[in-house]
């Protein structure tokens, strides 16, 4: 994000202070909290529920779920499946996530794994070459690149069990947006054009995004969605046996046969939500609450704030040379271990326990060099032993009693596979890539991985995908999670840092400059506003500095103070909203 971009973000975010729009505004209420002005960015307030997502009208749905007496997962199932319909570069039926929920009369936390599943036929070597090198377009771009979807089990499982709501009531928004047409924003059609080469080459792709001729929508055309529409209806009218058993299945099948893909009737038949315990955590009077695997990213969140805690953060310095210096040597060293311990726990031992034990942390920190840099090629994975990809994206519900939902799902790269399966209007996933095809080498976010995280039958591939909710004193207070590939847990790690050890706002917190290093490669990504002088600093400890030019992650969260709740979209990619009441 250049100097120009950040200037414009900004002028943005005050016009539409002034303008009242829902995006990054205080909302009108009743007695609303009072608000530090002075700072520089802040929180939409609503004071019974509210939905911040990566886009309006799916943020407007799941609110208008809590409006009608529905509860939390009632709106974050709506929000899911509309965003289908309205963000089809993530949103999606035909990838997979995680959701974790706060039942607050039950002091209770839940997490539902609804991960996409390698094939019953998927083997080890399968994207290799002749020559042991990686066919990326096939381990990419091709119907061999989906693991089997788990977006509609894992939604309508949320819905049966902790829902109010029926499943027609909650997909009937979603329907009539696709049945009836969106219109065309210019984020929607940045984003096609963006991916117009890679999409236009899938013919049903073609025919889905494109006009008859070939050509983008424009904004402000209505784009319509009837297939998608039909695909929908079969699930609210069948439930997930539409999809896992009855035509929708049939039609994945079809596309796989023609196209050599893997995924069988069985496979779609045989797959399963998963109800997992929750990565835990403290960082002084909070409590962390993340994603256990087959996601790495509650287990080195934890692991990372577990190595600064003892470490006096506030008066090092936000974004100072000495704090971003601890922030990176402990991300490397956490990385590191993502590539030896962590995979599939129904396929391997994963010392969660060990990774996030205090002991260790302490053991860790001391690693780290105060005054200079340690080369990622001298850091090996620790010995953690003790007893015992880029376009996702995220959106967090709460109400005012406190139930919370943080959910992220995805369809791997941005568009997927850019593979449509015809007759359904639904792309599908390229989660594939997120196994180690070749183990000990880096995959397309450089993320190195090793043997837990070979492919195999059945198996759920690694993730980053970290929807975290953290307790202060107790207490529900903060909901969140990111977008980014292998940038989300460093993403999700700074905002909480922001929030509770510089006390930052929730929007604050979002849009600060972030800076990420993942061991391999040696380079620490710096966002545009981290100080030039700063930078300087940093090079001279050692650290291979890569500034300005990209953005980390997108965080979208909430926070609940005294009562109210505090909303923020993250600045960094156009179209986010906050919708409350």
Not at 48 to 54: A, D, E, K, L, W
Not at 149 to 166: F, I, N, Q
Not at 476 to 496: C, Y
Request: hydrophobic share 40%; glycine share 10%.
């Amino acid at each position: 994000m250049n100097r120009l971009h950040s200037l414009f973000l900004t002028l943005f975010t005050l016009c539409l202070l002034a303008a009242g729009n829902g995006w990054a505004t205080q909302a009108a209420v009743d007695d609303p909290p009072i608000i530090d002005f002075s700072e520089r960015f802040l929180p939409t307030v609503a004071r019974h529920g509210m939905v911040v997502g990566p886009e309006q009208l799916a943020a407007e749905i799941g609110s208008s779920m809590m409006k009608q007496g529905g509860n939390v997962v009632d709106a974050a199932v709506a929000t899911g499946f509309a965003l289908a319909v309205t963000y089809p570069r993530a949103g999606n039926l035909g990838g997979g996530g995680f959701m974790l929920i706060h039942l607050a009369d039950k002091n209770q936390q839940v997490f539902i794994d609804y991960r996409e599943t390698a094939p019953a036929a998927a083997t080890r070597d399968m994207f290799l070459d002749k020559d042991g090198e990686e066919d990326l377009m096939r381990e990419y771009f091709s119907p061999q690149a989906s693991g089997v979807p788990g977006t509609v089990a894992g939604l309508l499982h949320a819905l049966e069990k902790y829902g109010s709501m029926s499943r027609q009531q909650v997909l009937a928004p979603a329907i009539a947006l696709a049945e009836q047409g969106i219109p065309v924003s210019f984020a929607l059609n940045y984003e096609l054009a963006e991916r117009g080469e890679r999409l236009r080459q899938d013919p049903e792709s073609l025919r889905l995004f494109f006009k008859p001729d070939g050509s983008a929508y424009e904004v402000g055309e209505t784009w319509r969605q009837p297939d998608l529409a039909w695909t929908l209806r079969q699930i609210a009218e069948h439930g997930a046996a539409a999809f896992y058993q009855g035509e929708i299945a049939q039609r994945i099948v079809a596309l796989m046969t023609a196209g050599n893909g893997l995924i069988t009737l069985k496979d779609l038949a045989d797959y399963r939500t998963i109800e997992r315990e929750p990565v835990r955590g403290t960082f002084h009077e909070f409590e962390i609450v993340s994603a256990p695997p087959p996601s790495s990213g509650g287990v080195h969140i934890v692991q990372i704030l577990n190595m600064l805690k003892n470490d006096d953060l506030a008066a090092l310095g936000h974004n100072s040379a000495a704090y971003l210096h601890l922030l990176a040597e402990a991300m490397k060293l956490a990385y590191a271990d993502r590539s030896e311990y962590l995979g599939d726990p129904d396929f391997t031992d994963v010392p969660v326990g060990a990774l996030t034990d205090e002991r260790y942390a302490t053991r860790q920190r001391k690693r780290i060099d105060p005054d200079h840099a340690t080369p990622s090629a001298d850091i090996a994975p620790g010995r953690a032993m003790l007893p015992e990809s880029k376009d996702t994206t995220h959106y967090s519900v709460a109400d005012e009693k406190g139930n919370m939902v943080s959910n992220t799902y995805t369809l791997n790269a941005s568009f997927g596979s850019a593979v449509s399966v015809p007759g359904t209007g639904m792309l599908l996933n390229n989660e594939m890539g997120d196994f180690a095809a070749r183990p000990g080498l880096p995959n397309m976010f450089g993320l190195v991985q090793g043997e837990r995280n070979k492919i195999e039958g059945g198996k759920r591939p690694l993730s980053s995908m970290s929807p975290t909710i953290v307790f202060r004193n107790g207490q529900p207070w903060l909901a969140t999670g990111s977008p980014g590939g292998s940038r989300i847990i460093t993403t999700v790690l700074q905002t909480l840092v922001n929030a509770m050890a510089f006390d930052m706002n929730v929007a604050t917190a979002g849009v600060s400059s972030r800076i990420h290093h993942q061991w391999m490669p040696d380079e620490l990504l710096a966002e545009e506003g981290i100080s030039p002088d700063t930078i300087k600093l940093l090079e001279q400890m050692g650290h291979k500095v890569v500034a300005g030019g990209m953005t980390i992650g997108r965080t979208q969260s909430i926070m609940i103070e005294n009562g109210w709740l505090l909303g923020a979209t993250d600045t960094r990619r156009p179209q986010g909203w906050v919708a409350g009441y």
